[in-house]
């Protein structure tokens, strides 16, 4: 009988670096605290983008914190598993 490969259960840490005052800035970690995926509301010049947070305004996420749509939108673009979780 030929053996079953069963993927590895990948942790995942969403990790807020500045939520204030219209800035927000996170990025997610896996379970080494390697940095695989990192997003904000900044623009190019460093200032809140008057569009806001892309993942949010595209309808990715219900807010700068929805790890479950986070943790889908990581599933879709092949960034995380689909037996990934997000803390």
């Known amino acids: 009988m030929a ?12 990790v807020v670096d500045l939520d204030e ?6 990025h997610v970690e896996n379970i080494n ?4 995926f ?10 809140p983008d008057p569009d806001g947070l892309w ?8 807010h700068g914190t929805d790890r ?3 943790l889908r ?6 960034l995380a598993t689909a037996n990934a979780t997000l803390d």
């Open 73 to 78: 939108y990581m599933q879709s673009a092949g």
């Open 38 to 47: 990192a997003f904000s509301n900044e623009d190019d010049h460093g200032w």
């Open 3 to 14: 053996a079953r490969f069963t993927p590895q259960h990948q942790k995942l840490t969403l």
């Open 33 to 36: 605290g390697k940095c695989i």
């Open 55 to 62: 993942l949010v305004e595209c309808g990715f996420m219900a």
């Open 21 to 26: 005052r219209g800035w927000f800035k996170a």
């Open 68 to 70: 479950q749509g986070l």
